[in-house]
């Protein structure tokens, strides 16, 4: 079984990290690649709706809910305390893929792009994080000493990551522009 290839997207909260991984998927998902996605979140969150079905099944203590439709189905899955599952055991449950983006796990070990728009008082997290390989900014004095890719520039964040990675591209889907 090979291994996924993963990219994290990083950077300090309004940097705009969203942002560009939805304009990287929809980049990477134009040349033909299959990706998938982990956002990390830092606070609660729920994905159900109070009152419907799947939540009152939470509620009344499922551990795990699969809600399926004719056009998707979701898991959702409650944690047993405040610690929460690290990237190892969640990426396993993820389907073969060509490319995983990851948003968030700053102080994960795998490959990340910082987003930096500004100096900040923290730093950038490349500068005490080896597993950080470039900074994608507007600004490139801000990069310092690391790999500088341009933030606006998504087809020069999709070609670092492919070369990094060694993805192979595909076809592209019929009326896109693979650049």
């Not at 910082?114 to 005490?128: K, M, P, W």
Request: aromatic share 4%; charged share 25%; proline share 5%.
């Amino acid at each position: 079984m090979t291994k996924q290839k993963i990219i994290g997207i990083v950077g300090w909260k309004n940097s705009g990290k969203t942002t560009l991984v939805e304009a990287l998927i929809r980049k990477m998902t134009d040349r033909g690649f299959h990706l998938s996605s982990v956002k990390h979140a830092h606070h609660a969150f729920d994905i159900d709706i109070p009152g419907k079905d799947s939540y009152r099944h939470r509620q009344a203590g499922a551990r795990e809910v699969i809600v399926v439709s004719g056009q998707r189905w979701a898991l959702m899955h409650e944690t047993a305390g405040p610690v929460e599952p690290g990237l190892e055991e969640l990426l396993p449950k993820l389907a073969p893929c060509d490319l995983v983006v990851i948003e968030g796990y700053k102080h994960g070990a795998h490959p990340k792009i910082e987003v930096a728009r500004s100096a900040r008082s923290e730093g950038l997290i490349a500068d005490l994080d080896s597993s950080v390989i470039a900074v994608a900014t507007d600004d490139a004095g801000l990069a310092g000493a690391h790999r500088c890719l341009p933030l606006n520039d998504v087809c020069a964040i999709a070609n670092f990551i492919e070369k990094y990675l060694e993805l192979n591209p595909r076809e592209s889907k019929p009326g896109s522009a693979a650049q």
